[in-house]
C-alpha cells in the first residue's frame, strides 16, 4: 500500500468494532477458532499491478460489519484445474513474430510454476476466427472419409513449437482443443463458414478427431480434453468458421461415435459437450441425461456471451457428479449501457475479476481467457464484425491477454492479464473452493456486498481469498472463525490475501 493508505489503514484498524458497523454478532456456522499467521497481500490499482503490500494481521472479533464477509473454508465446493489463455493460431502467430530471447522470455513469465504458472490452455482444431487463414485439417475438394488427405503440417510451422515449450516450462499444463468447422466437405453447405454437419459424416467425423489427438501426440503434445464444437447453437451468419449442431446430432456423436471410439483406443482424453453460452443450460442437462452420451461426458463447457454464471450451478445441482469448464468470453462483450463509460480493456482488471469470482462461485473447476496474444489492433483475425459490433470512441475490445505491437514488438499486458494473475499466481491445482458470503446472508445466496469475492484452500493447507472492487474506495471486514481483519480496498482494483 502507499504510505497515505497504510496510515488510512492503520486509523481505520484502530477504530472500535462497533464503530465500524453495526452489532452484528458472529453467526453459529463461523463461531470456532480464529486464525493467527499474518496475511499477505497483493493488489492491482492505479499504478499498481500485483503488487506487494505490507501484512494484515488477524485480530479477535466479537461484532461484525453488516457488509462483513464471512470466511467459512468448512464450506468446501469444487477443486480447480486452473486458469489460462487460448493458443490460437493468431496468438500463436504474434508470439512466433517475437526475437526468439524475447520470446523465451515471456513464455517464461507466462507458464513458469514461479511465474504466472498459467495451467489450463486452449487450441484450435483448425482455423478459428482469430487466424491468419481458413484451413482445417482435411481440406479436400471431394469428399474423404477415409482421410487420406488428413494433415497438421499447418500447426507445425509456429502452433506446436509453443505448445511444446509452454508444457516445457509447465509440465502440469493441461490442454484442451475445440473445432470451430469440421472439414467443408462433412458439411451441407460444404464450407467451413457456417452451416450444419451431415449425418453422414458424423462417424469419419469420429475418427478425424482421434487422428488430430493422435497426430498431436506424435509431435509430444498430448491433449487432455476436447470439445465437439465450438458455439454448438450459432453459424454467426457465415463470418467465419462455423457449423451449427443440433442437440440430438451432438448426443449421437458422443455416445455413439466419439466416445467409444476414444475408449477402445485407450484414449485418455476427456469429452466436453456444450462450449457454449450460459443460456444454453437447459441443452446441457438434456444432453447429459441421455444415459449413452452420459458415460461418455466428463463434463460441460461454458462460454460467456449470454445469460449468467449461475447457470453453471443449475447444471451442477443436476448432475454434481460432472465437471464444469469455463473456456471462453468476459464482460466486457456484455451489453454496453448507454451514457455509461466503456471500460478500457488494457485497465479493466476489476471487471474481470469480479466475472472470474462469480464464474467459481457457481462451480466452474477451470477459467481459460481468449487469445494469449494479438497485436494492438486485435488481430490477426478472418471475420468481420456484425453492425453494433463497434462502439465509436471506444477502446479496441479484441485484445488479447497480451498485446504485441505490430510494428515495434512492444509488449503490453491488458486488464485480464492483470485479474488472471491474482488468481493463477496463487490458486494451486486441487485447491478447493470454500465458501464466502454476507454475514446477513444466507448460503445459498450470492452476496451483494458491492465487493465481490471468493476463497480457495490450496493443498498445501494455505488459504486464498480473491477480492475485486468495481465501486468507490472502502474498508471491508473478513471474518473467520473468531478472528477478523480489515482490508482497504481502493476504487476499480482486485485484491488476493494469503495465508497459513
Not at 493488489?43 to 457488509?67: C, G, N, Q, V, Y
Not at 467459512?72 to 496468438?91: I, K, N, R, S
Not at 469429452?271 to 449413452?292: M, Q, Y
Not at 445469460?307 to 450451478?313: F, K, L, N, R, S
Request: hydrophobic residues 40%.
Amino acid at each position: 500500500m502507499a504510505n497515505g493508505s497504510r496510515r488510512g489503514f492503520l486509523k481505520a484498524a484502530s477504530i472500535t468494532m462497533a464503530g465500524l458497523a453495526a452489532s452484528y454478532r458472529i453467526p453459529a456456522w463461523a463461531d470456532g477458532t480464529g486464525a493467527t499467521g499474518p496475511v499477505q497481500v497483493w493488489s492491482t490499482f492505479r499504478d499498481k499491478r500485483h503488487s506487494s503490500a505490507e501484512p494484515l494481521a488477524w485480530k479477535p472479533a466479537t461484532e461484525i460489519a453488516s457488509d462483513a464477509i464471512m470466511l467459512d473454508p468448512a464450506a468446501t465446493q469444487q477443486e480447480m484445474l486452473g486458469f489460462g489463455a487460448a493458443f490460437t493460431d493468431a496468438a500463436c502467430y504474434m508470439l512466433n513474430q517475437l526475437h526468439s530471447d524475447e520470446r523465451a522470455a515471456l513464455m517464461h513469465e507466462l507458464f513458469a510454476p514461479d511465474e504466472m504458472a498459467m495451467n489450463v490452455c486452449r487450441t484450435c482444431i483448425g482455423a478459428s476466427d482469430y487466424s491468419k487463414s481458413l484451413y482445417s485439417f482435411d481440406d479436400s475438394e471431394q469428399d474423404d472419409p477415409e482421410l487420406k488427405k488428413f494433415s497438421i503440417d499447418h500447426d507445425k510451422a509456429y502452433i506446436l513449437p509453443l505448445l511444446r515449450d509452454a508444457r516445457k516450462l509447465n509440465p502440469d499444463l493441461f490442454l484442451f482443443s475445440s473445432p470451430w468447422s469440421p472439414p467443408a466437405w462433412m458439411k451441407f453447405n460444404r464450407s467451413m463458414l457456417g452451416g450444419t454437419m451431415r449425418k453422414s459424416s458424423l462417424e469419419p467425423y469420429s475418427r478425424y478427431m482421434r487422428e488430430f489427438l493422435d497426430a498431436y501426440k506424435a509431435e509430444g503434445v498430448e491433449i487432455n480434453a476436447i470439445t465437439v464444437q465450438n458455439e454448438v447453437d450459432t453459424t454467426v451468419d457465415g463470418r467465419y468458421a462455423a457449423c451449427l449442431w443440433a442437440q440430438e446430432d451432438e448426443i449421437l456423436f458422443v455416445g455413439k461415435y466419439l466416445g467409444p471410439l476414444l475408449r477402445s483406443t485407450g484414449s485418455s482424453t476427456k469429452i466436453w459437450v456444450l462450449d457454449h453460452n450460459f443460456n444454453l443450460w437447459g441443452r446441457a442437462i438434456a444432453e447429459l441425461s441421455d444415459t449413452r452420451a452420459n458415460e461418455f461426458i466428463d463434463g460441460i463447457a461454458d462460454s460467456g456471451y449470454a445469460g449468467e454464471p449461475a447457470a453453471i450451478t443449475r447444471v451442477h445441482d443436476t448432475f454434481p457428479q460432472k465437471s464444469a469448464y469455463f473456456t471462453e468470453g468476459g464482460p466486457q462483450r456484455e451489453p454496453h449501457q448507454a451514457g455509461t463509460p466503456f471500460p478500457d480493456p488494457m485497465t479493466a482488471w476489476a471487471h474481470w475479476a469480479e466475472w472470474a469470482n462469480s464464474i467459481i462461485r457457481n462451480w466452474s473447476r477451470s477459467i481459460t481467457m481468449w487469445n494469449l496474444a494479438l497485436d494492438e489492433n486485435g488481430t490477426p483475425y478472418i471475420g468481420h464484425h456484425e453492425e453494433g459490433d463497434i462502439v465509436p470512441g471506444a477502446p479496441t475490445a479484441g485484445r488479447g491477454v497480451i498485446t504485441i505491437d505490430s510494428m515495434t514488438r512492444e509488449i503490453s499486458r491488458s486488464g485480464r492479464f492483470w485479474a488472471l494473475a491474482h488468481y493463477s499466481k496463487h490458486v494451486r491445482r486441487g485447491a478447493k473452493v470454500f465458501r464466502t458470503n454476507g454475514v446477513a446472508e444466507s448460503a445459498a445466496q450470492t452476496s451483494k456486498n458491492p465487493v465481490s469475492h471468493v476463497g480457495f484452500r490450496n493443498p498445501d493447507g494455505s488459504y486464498v481469498v480473491v477480492l475485486s472492487n468495481r465501486g468507490p474506495e472502502k474498508r471491508i471486514q473478513l471474518v473467520l472463525g473468531s478472528s477478523f481483519l480489515v482490508v482497504e480496498v481502493p476504487a476499480d482494483s482486485v485484491h488476493t490475501l494469503r495465508w497459513l
